[in-house]
């Protein structure tokens, strides 16, 4: 049963792209959504056998590597983690394949798109279900490869093999952080299996080593490649601006890799590493505030976004903020919760953006929309519910973990916490003011695009399914589970997270003051009046009455937020002018200077120049090469004598040197 939870949708891609244009789309599109079908009924068993038991579940499978003491078997690993991102990851994944049956009905390559879907889904179980480091970065990249070629799937459009490889290549700085955490596991418990490493950590506590002029333990070096790993995959701050890009691929394509398998990557790497990640406070704290500022500055870009996918990419990279943050707490039980919450209401906003585009024949400025309340009233629906539940409204999903989170950063009782709590109640206000204004925008105001108001329709069927299933999920998945992910005297994570005694700080959020607790909601409140307001904003702004400084300023942050993408470099370059010297010292005085001068090039250019001068200065006769010959014998001979007196007194001097 569990081979055949990962090998379903193996099988899936396989039959769909290999033998698909010989049975037709419409069978290899149903043999792909019937194989994650069955593997999602799989998990539901799956996590039933090891929650109920509280146990794990390991499959060996083979030894793939042995050098020397060093040992990598591949296996199988069934924790209550793995099982519960099995659930989001398959349960996700089938209705984002029964949903893409009718979005891409009128594509020609439809079994080719089914096929990449299915190998998503397969890597990103695979990434989840590892049980070493070795096995998780090959679904790690499996994950990278086919985020590559689904963005790029309509690879005939020149924006989108930009983004894939925008999204390809920053997706390389995570590799490469991962790659050396991995490494480093290697030389420090000559093991990358979970078991191993994480029960010998405390022998390696006090193993220290210099780095760049500071001391640092391996654990903590460890920790911090890892972190910037999962900060490159989840597209947290300074490496976000692949994300948004990745809009270009087809709208299932954008469901699929925000709410269960590529972005989710990061963030599940932080929670599996929480043995190590608790004894690197330092580097708990940095995530911690990675999070905060990722989580405030996407929802302030988020408001000024036009393309109905752009805000709700923003969006995810908010969310992601959140699980950071609450990693850095030491909360990872309440990051995982926060996580499935997520996948849920955020599969049901790309799907119905995606029944807004489809209805208005591939229209994603939602200035040119408004109006469809009317046309899409099960899409309005479906948005306004995600919406809803994405701001943290009471009794809905997000409202179960968005709100948990806030509550525990201020029960820390750091100096460094109330700045953080500060950061993400105004990162919730901003999420109410795009989620109120995507809604007007695209729902209530008057209608601009008169050639569509009469060929708008609702989605099909199976379209219309999926988006049903993801709403009632959104409304009382939160509910149900919270009690058994988060409540009081669960102990569903006992096996899978590990938390220091001291970093316990749950129960400090059920004694807050009142007015703490309802901080988040007051302010999403006031977002909902701002987002109102905001609508004619722009047009107070541009009145006459206003002076033009203010104008000018507000023109600067507009533009700032407004493709924050292309001016990041630009800050980069103006707060660390170090790059710039950097690039020169680097570029023009080493690869375009001393290695070109002595490189292999230069050194055989620089030796023909000798040879023909001396072959100019004598004339060729018998005798110049005979002296040019014993020049050269001497020599030879005078360093090899150099050489064998250095090592005669070798033996003298070495003790003085070691």
């Known amino acids: 049963m569990y081979l055949l939870i990962l090998f379903l949708p193996l099988l899936g ?57 060093y040992s990598i078997n591949f296996g199988l690993l069934f924790d209550t983690l793995s099982c519960s991102m099995l659930i989001i990851i398959n349960g996700i994944s089938f209705f984002v394949h029964l949903y893409s049956i009718g979005y891409m009905s009128h594509d020609p390559h439809l079994s080719r798109f089914m096929g990449y879907l299915s190998f998503f889904t397969f890597c990103m179980l695979a990434l989840v279900t590892a049980n070493n480091y070795v096995q998780l970065f090959i679904g790690w990249e499996g994950v990278g490869l086919c985020s590559f070629l689904l963005i ?85 701050l300074g490496l976000h601006t692949w994300l948004p890009d990745a809009m270009q691929g087809p709208t299932p394509v954008s469901a699929l890799l925000h709410a269960a398998t590529m972005v989710t990557a990061g963030v599940f790497l932080l929670i599996r590493s929480s043995p190590i990640l608790e004894y690197a406070p330092l580097v708990l704290l940095f995530a911690s505030i990675i999070g905060a500022f990722t989580a405030l500055f996407c929802a302030v870009i988020g408001v000024f976004q036009y393309d109905v996918k752009n805000i709700i990419a923003y969006s995810t990279c908010s969310q992601l903020g959140y699980m950071f943050l609450s990693c850095g707490l030491s909360n990872y039980h309440v990051a995982i919760f926060h996580l499935l919450n997520h996948a849920f209401f955020k599969a049901l906003l790309f799907l119905s953006a995606g029944s807004i585009i489809h209805a208005l024949f591939d229209e994603q400025d939602m200035r040119r929309m408004g109006g469809l309340a009317n046309l899409l009233p099960f ?3 479906a948005i306004f519910l995600g919406s809803l539940a994405i701001m943290g409204f009471p009794f809905l999903t997000g409202f179960y973990s968005k ?33 109120t204004r995507f ?43 919270s009690d058994l992910f988060v ?22 959020t059920d004694f807050l003051p009142p007015a703490v607790k309802n901080l988040p909601l007051f302010f999403t409140f006031w977002g909902i009046i701002v987002g109102f307001l905001f609508i004619n904003f722009p047009q107070v702004w541009g009145g006459s009455n206003i002076p033009y400084i203010y104008k000018e300023w507000w023109n600067k942050i507009h533009a700032f937020f407004f ?4 001016l990041m470099p630009y800050i980069i370059s103006f707060f660390f002018i170090l790059f710039e010297s950097s690039y020169l010292a680097t570029n023009k005085y080493i690869d375009k200077g001393f290695l070109e001068f002595f490189g292999p090039f230069g050194f055989y250019k620089y030796a023909r120049k000798l040879s023909l001068a001396l072959k100019n200065a004598t004339p060729f006769v018998i005798f110049f090469t005979v002296a040019w010959m014993f020049f050269f014998w001497f020599l030879f001979y005078f360093l090899w004598f150099f050489q064998r007196l250095f090592f005669r007194f070798l033996p003298v001097i070495r003790p003085y040197y070691l």
Not at 487 to 508: C, M, S
């Open 403 to 435: 709100d948990l989170v806030i509550e525990l950063v201020y029960s820390r009782y750091i100096v460094e916490a109330s700045f953080i709590h500060l950061m993400c109640v105004v990162a919730a206000f901003f999420t109410a003011v795009y989620s």
């Open 439 to 481: 809604l007007l925008f695209v729902f209530f105001l008057k209608f601009n695009i008169f050639p569509s108001f009469f060929t708008s329709h609702e989605s099909s069927p199976l379209m219309s399914i999926s988006m049903f299933f993801l709403m009632a999920f959104s409304i009382f998945w939160g509910y149900l589970t």
């Open 152 to 236: 790029n799937f309509w690879y005939t459009r020149i924006l989108a093999t930009k983004a894939a490889l925008k999204a390809m290549i920053m997706n390389r700085i995570a590799d490469v952080f991962f790659i050396l955490a991995i490494i480093m596991m290697l030389l420090t418990f000559r093991s990358t299996d979970y078991f191993i490493v994480f029960t010998s950590i405390d022998f390696v506590l006090d193993t220290s080593f210099g780095f760049l002029g500071f001391s640092l333990t391996k654990i903590d070096f460890i920790s911090l490649l890892l972190l910037v790993g999962g900060i490159g995959k989840s597209a947290q």
């Open 379 to 381: 899409t309005y629906f």
């Open 13 to 69: 891609f396989f039959y769909s792209s290999g033998l698909g244009k010989f049975f037709g789309r419409a069978c290899s599109a149903f043999f792909a959504v019937f194989s994650v079908f069955l593997a999602f009924l799989l998990s539901i068993f799956a996590l039933y056998e090891v929650a109920w038991s509280h146990t794990i579940v390991e499959v060996p499978l083979f030894s793939w590597a042995l050098i020397e003491t």
């Open 487 to 508: 409540g009081w005297g669960t102990f569903y994570w006992a096996n899978a997270i590990f938390v220091l005694p001291f970093n316990i700080a749950f129960i400090d």
């Open 563 to 566: 493709k924050p993408a292309s």
